[in-house]
């Protein structure tokens, strides 16, 4: 099986991937209305109980999962707010408003969402009932800091901690106590009104607290961790690094660190979380498609963290030892990773996690024939790039030598996306619509 056979069913298996958790289905699979009940997920509400029914919510895949839930209402839909990353309001939505902010470094925008979605939560009263849908970016897009806090200052600790590597559960741990909607304030405010939150997962493992930085769940992190994670990164030294941050180094900001609402709060009392649509989800969908095409296929795992380009090492590792010994698989051989990479930027070139990774997995698998990596941002943005991620097999990096291009260069200053480029391998699917974290697909011809 050659490359170009390889690069066919790879391309099958990120179709099968992301249908899986289009977000309009994924809320359709757990919600249905029968009449004048509203079943989710298991649980039935009556809607002639409530006066009002409101939709708010926050992230890449709120509008299709807006859109989904306004068509099950219908006209029992009262209103809404939504917030979502520039270019990924692709439709109107009738009775919400959608408010689109940036991300991953929330703007102004991203705090008038916010201010504007908790507003409309205020405004629930006990006989009304609150659908929040959140989707992976949410933490950024829902962002309203506590008094004292600029959002110069958010801008520059949320730069700080994404050029530092910090993971997604460090940077939702601080967000959360500099928030007035994290962390469980949003349910504090929605009560005593009816709660049902449906989630998107764009977290490993899926934890209800970090996905979005929890903004209607119990938060079981404190002030303390908040602090630690600052410390540990080096945000609050006078020697702070990058330089964004150490402008702040001279103010207490960890001083405006505020405690959230634990689990036992009656602002949870009776509120509804369900997770509609994982990375596991997207996983499995594409080892069953890999099933279908011939494929020997195993999920090995949706907890992968860490450094992009070790993860490459180690998925090239085992695409050299199914071609070489077929272990853990016989060819034709499909391996799915789900997870979320990290980079420490040391360089001044652009790119992203994914394409960091296949570089580096590009360069491990150097002259080995019939094998192949996709490196995949489910969300369609790998970095500050319109690159979803990128596809290398062993005869990359000679096709890049015959170019002019230095691959192990590029690496070093991790510039990735020019790389991928001039090959034409990058992977350009455009906004998703969706969220659920990256998939690594590693496939190995048959002989």
Not at 143 to 152: D, E, I, Q, R, Y
Not at 156 to 183: C, D, F, P, Q, Y
Request: include cysteine; proline fraction near 6%.
């Amino acid at each position: 099986m050659g490359e170009q056979d390889l690069r066919v069913v790879a391309a099958e298996l990120q179709q099968a991937a992301l249908a899986a958790v289009e977000p309009a289905a994924a809320v359709r699979r757990h919600v249905r209305r029968e009449g004048d009940t509203l079943n989710v997920a298991g649980r039935r509400y009556d809607l002639r109980a409530y006066e009002r029914v409101f939709v708010i919510g926050g992230g890449k895949a709120a509008v299709p999962m807006a859109g989904a839930v306004a068509g099950i209402l219908g006209a029992r839909l009262t209103e809404g707010v939504l917030v979502t990353k520039y270019g990924h309001a692709r439709y109107p939505v009738p009775g919400v408003q959608i408010l689109e902010a940036g991300h991953p470094v929330p703007d102004q925008n991203a705090v008038r969402g916010a201010q504007a979605l908790a507003d409309l939560a205020r405004r629930a009263g006990e006989r009304d009932l609150v659908i929040c849908l959140i989707s992976g970016g949410g933490s950024a897009l829902l962002t309203l800091p506590v008094p004292g806090l600029a959002l110069a200052d958010l801008q520059a600790l949320t730069g700080a901690l994404l050029h530092v590597g910090a993971t997604i559960n460090e940077m939702n741990t601080v967000r959360r106590h500099w928030s007035r909607i994290k962390g469980g304030n949003l349910a504090r405010l929605v009560a005593p009104a009816t709660l049902i939150t449906l989630i998107l997962s764009d977290v490993v493992g899926d934890p209800l607290d970090v996905i979005a930085s929890g903004p209607t769940v119990p938060d079981t992190t404190s002030v303390a961790d908040a602090r630690a994670v600052l410390a540990r990164y080096g945000i609050q030294s006078p020697d702070a690094r990058p330089t964004s941050a150490s402008r702040l180094a001279g103010r207490d900001v960890a001083g405006l660190l505020r405690e959230t609402p634990k689990p036992g709060d009656p602002a949870f009392g009776g509120v509804q979380h369900v997770v509609v649509g994982s990375n596991r989800l997207a996983a499995c969908a594409a080892v069953d498609r890999a099933h279908e095409l011939g494929f020997n296929a195993l999920l090995l795992s949706t907890y992968v963290e860490g450094e992009a380009r070790e993860v490459a090492w180690v998925a090239a590792a085992l695409a050299k030892g199914v071609r070489a010994h077929g272990d853990p698989l016989s060819p034709p051989a499909c391996l799915v990773w789900g997870g979320e990479t990290t980079v420490t930027i040391r360089g001044r070139g652009k790119g992203g996690r994914n394409q960091e990774l296949a570089l580096a997995a590009a360069l491990a698998l150097e002259g080995w024939p019939g094998v192949l990596v996709m490196a995949l941002a489910t969300d369609g943005t790998d970095g500050p790039t319109d690159g979803a991620g990128a596809v290398v097999t062993g005869e990359t990096v000679a096709r890049a030598r015959a170019m002019g291009l230095d691959p192990w260069a590029a690496l070093e200053d991790n510039d990735s996306y020019p790389f991928f480029d001039a090959l034409g391998d990058l992977l350009r699917t455009g906004p998703t619509g969706t969220n659920v974290n990256d998939l690594l697909f590693v496939l190995v011809g048959g002989n």
